[in-house]
């Protein structure tokens, strides 16, 4: 049985795309494939192991795929890979892509709880996963949830020769398959060809399905936008390929642009920054928190690595995403590495903005951040009434809405979501709030859902969040809602310090009322931290947070400030 994914977008559309040439009408393998042809030599991959050509690169892509093959794996299939940034998750995409099959690709680091729950809704009949990464034994534990997964027939292990666990089938047996025999099945490039795990705020992951022609051709021109000249691109992923912001990798920069790909499989500003300066990326792929921990590496002292010796070669862009894009940081980040700080508003959802390769760091007011002016080539993005879903006039506020050549098909095994968050008309409908003024520039606000209600009245963290990284002695911050019998919720403040010296409360709020922002949107309770706990897809884990403040709640309901505690475990994005 094959998971049913329809696309909730008119065909007429799609087709109009490709037919203007916004979208390249050519299935991810053959993109990469002609990329080979015309360049051979060209590096594809960049990771731990060292450099790979194309034609090294398609050798392998061309052996896994009859490999899967003759295991029985077939078209329109979906096969879930949880492995770390590295040649390996490369190969498997490209391999199920010329295979016509469907890559469900999840950071590591997942649960095995949440793991389950994704490759039963997709129907996944295989999944490849790692040895072991970081102390974990990914592939040990999905072999352990076959029993409850009928249609999960292989587990493939990818590690040394002879460590694959009893039951699975070692990924290196694979490799060795003739790739003489494989002929690409060339799929209908308006099939799918990934599921993207949106780490939204639903009870479980959302799962969302993307055609080639979405990947390579919405997907693809976004990157372009930030392609100056036209050269391939260079890039340098922070984040994990397995995430939604990942996708724009193999897909993205390697099949659509013929670009390199610069991997670590896993994050720490040390070996950022190294990145940074032997490899020379024209465009580096992150969140905002990772960015601000490789600025205080450089701002701290000299160590013995000499992360402070010479400047930074200067890419093309930090290209930014994920969570919200402070004025500080951005100011802060286009000094130290001497180019343009792009701010990214996009979701695996489907939707796409961004505020360029200008040199001005991303503007915040009290009507909203600036996240850019859309590309219709991307996404056509409106503002609608959340109810009747009509658009509204320019500077009104409203939910916004996105449809264009990057739109995914459906959600995955979830017609409740489809019903939820597409129109009739195919638009996706993000729960974001936002406006568009005269100037055509979208300006985001905040979140339908992601409200704290505190005594009746109603609260939006992320315009707490947006003054309160204004502040001297504030390096990051997350705000949450927790609960509170008396008020229901109040507001916490989770800070990361700027220097050696921490903000109190008290001092927040005087910060906040020079901000103009009134008393009863101010935090009352403070937790300081060393760093931000992120999720595996590397955003801020704000559940995390909500369950540390939760434990150390006080018993008493007034509000109070949480001590200084060591950070909690800070989640690789790798």
């Known amino acids: 049985m094959t ?7 008119p065909a007429g559309l799609r087709r109009g795309w490709a037919a203007e040439g916004t979208c390249p009408d050519l299935d ?57 940034n590295g040649r390996g998750a490369v190969i498997a995409e490209l391999a199920l892509a010329a295979l016509g099959a469907v890559a469900l690709p999840f950071p590591v680091g997942r649960g095995s709880l949440e793991a389950e ?15 072991e990464h970081r102390g974990g034994h990914p592939a040990a534990e999905l072999r352990a949830l076959v029993p409850a997964l009928p249609e999960l027939r292989h587990v493939i292990a990818a590690g040394p020769v002879g460590s694959a666990p009893e ?96 991997l670590l499989d896993h994050f720490t500003p040390e070996s950022a920054l190294a990145a940074v300066r032997e490899h020379r990326p024209t465009h580096v792929l992150g969140v905002p928190t990772m960015v601000r921990m490789m600025l205080e590496r450089l701002a701290g002292p000299a160590s013995g690595a000499g992360e402070r010796e010479g400047e930074l070669p200067a890419p093309t ?44 760091a991303p503007e915040a007011g009290s009507d909203g951040i600036v996240a850019g002016r859309p590309d219709p080539r991307v996404a056509d993005i409106r503002i609608a009434d959340p109810e009747t879903h009509e658009q509204l006039p320019d500077g009104e506020t409203g939910e916004i809405i996105a449809r264009g050549p990057m739109t995914p098909m459906c959600y995955v095994a979830a017609p409740e979501l489809d019903a939820r968050y597409r129109t009739p008309e195919g638009w996706v409908r993000t729960g974001d709030l936002g406006m568009i003024g005269e100037d055509g520039v979208l300006r985001l606000v ?50 990361v310090p700027r220097g050696p010296e921490a903000p109190t409360l008290a001092s927040l709020g005087a910060h906040l009322t020079r901000r103009g922002l009134e008393q009863r949107k101010h935090p009352e309770r403070l937790l300081v931290i060393a760093e931000l706990p992120l999720t595996p897809a590397g955003k801020p884990d704000r559940a995390a947070l909500r369950a540390r403040l939760t434990e150390s709640a006080p018993s008493a309901a007034a509000p109070s400030a949480a001590a200084p505690a060591p950070a909690p475990p800070l989640a690789h994005a790798g």
């Open 3 to 9: 998971v049913a994914l329809h696309d909730l977008l």
């Open 28 to 84: 991810l393998y053959s993109l990469f494939r002609a990329r080979q042809i015309a360049d051979p030599h060209a590096t594809a991959v960049i990771d731990a192991k060292g450099e790979l050509c194309r034609t090294a690169l398609d050798r392998k892509v061309r052996c896994l795929a009859a490999g899967l093959a003759g295991l029985g794996i077939r078209a329109g299939e979906v096969v879930g890979v949880q492995l770390p």
């Open 117 to 131: 729950v994704l490759l039963r809704k997709a129907e996944a009949v295989a999944v490849i996963a790692s040895v």
């Open 167 to 262: 039951g699975t089938i070692a990924l290196t047996g694979l490799l060795r398959s003739d790739p003489a025999a494989f002929v690409p099945a060339r799929p209908d490039p308006d099939s799918a060809a990934r599921i993207l795990v949106s780490s939204g705020s639903e009870a479980e992951p959302k799962m969302v399905a993307y055609s080639h022609n979405a990947l390579a051709g919405g997907r693809g021109n976004f990157l372009a936008s930030l392609m100056p000249d036209g050269t391939p691109p260079r890039c340098l992923f922070l984040v994990p390929l397995g995430s939604a912001f990942g996708s724009n990798g193999t897909a993205v920069t390697l099949a659509r642009h013929g670009g390199t790909l610069v």
């Open 317 to 360: 862009a930090l290209v930014l995403g994920g969570a919200a894009l402070d004025e500080t940081t951005a100011e802060d980040a286009a000094r130290a590495f001497g180019c343009p700080v792009v701010n990214l508003y996009g979701s695996a959802d489907g939707v796409n903005c961004h505020t360029g390769l200008g040199k001005g």
């Open 446 to 495: 905040g979140r339908l859902k992601d409200i704290v209600i505190r005594g009746g009245a109603n609260i939006s963290p992320a315009e707490v969040e947006r003054e309160l990284a204004s502040h001297p002695r504030v390096r990051d911050v997350v705000c949450v809602g927790i609960p509170d019998r008396l008020m229901g919720e109040r507001l916490a403040a989770c800070v």
